[in-house]
């Protein structure tokens, strides 16, 4: 029995034509037109859209799970704690932040309240889906030459599969016209490994995973 073909960021961009709305083709008219977007109840529970930032022809494009609450609050995204970390690994790699384009494939924050604190929760597959649309807008604009999954949800919303990152880790898997997608964890999974000597040879590895950035784009390292 013939199995019916996984979804993907790329076969569906298609999708964008004929919308119901106008679509954007600047990265500054997308994110004007997100700040009012419904096209979920998660714009119920987040202060605002966080939208993508960086170059409108970066050569790689971060793609997250969804902002926090750091990011919620200043409307930008990796901004909080995981995103301070990324920035210093990033630069320990020699990875030019600002020749990349950082996003994520949810762009209102999802939680529940507990007490004084909001509590993060994993999007759903639904609330991923319907987000896509705002990714694939940044895709068709940015047109990056490769993709960082950081963490499943990342992982699900670029390539359509939702099996677990850990066997795929540092795999390259590709979009339907052939760009590739670089599979690793989110970073925020760092700050939660309380042992120090397990916390300091995670960061290795994710520095690894980063490096390989490198070997595919060099023209993106820090200037000497």
């Not at 494009?61 to 990796?78: N, S, T, W, Y």
């Not at 670029?158 to 898997?173: Q, V």
Request: proline share 8%.
């Amino acid at each position: 029995m013939d199995r019916k073909p996984k979804r993907t960021l790329e076969s569906d961009m298609p999708l964008l034509e004929g919308a119901d709305v106008p679509v954007p083709a600047t990265l500054e008219a997308a994110r004007e037109q997100a700040k009012s977007c419904t096209r979920c109840h998660l714009y119920r529970l987040g202060t605002q859209t966080v939208f993508g930032e960086g170059p409108s022809r970066a050569p790689v494009m971060f793609v997250g799970e969804q902002p926090g609450d750091k990011e919620d609050l200043a409307g930008r995204p990796f901004v909080g704690p995981a995103g301070r970390l990324f920035d210093t690994l990033l630069e320990e790699v020699g990875i030019d932040r600002a020749k990349c384009y950082v996003t994520n494939a949810v762009k209102h924050f999802k939680h529940e309240p507990r007490g004084s604190f909001r509590l993060h929760k994993k999007p759903d597959a639904p609330e991923i889906e319907a987000c896509k649309w705002w990714l694939r807008i940044e895709t068709a604009i940015v047109k990056p030459k490769l993709f960082v999954a950081l963490g499943a949800t990342a992982a699900q919303s670029l390539t359509g599969d939702g099996r677990g990152i850990l066997k795929r880790r540092g795999g390259f898997e590709e979009t339907r016209d052939g760009r590739p997608i670089l599979i690793t964890i989110h970073p925020s999974a760092l700050l939660r490994i309380p042992q120090a000597r397990d916390a300091a040879a995670a960061r290795q590895r994710f520095r690894e995973d980063l490096a390989l950035i490198l070997e595919k784009l060099p023209g993106i390292a820090l200037a000497a």
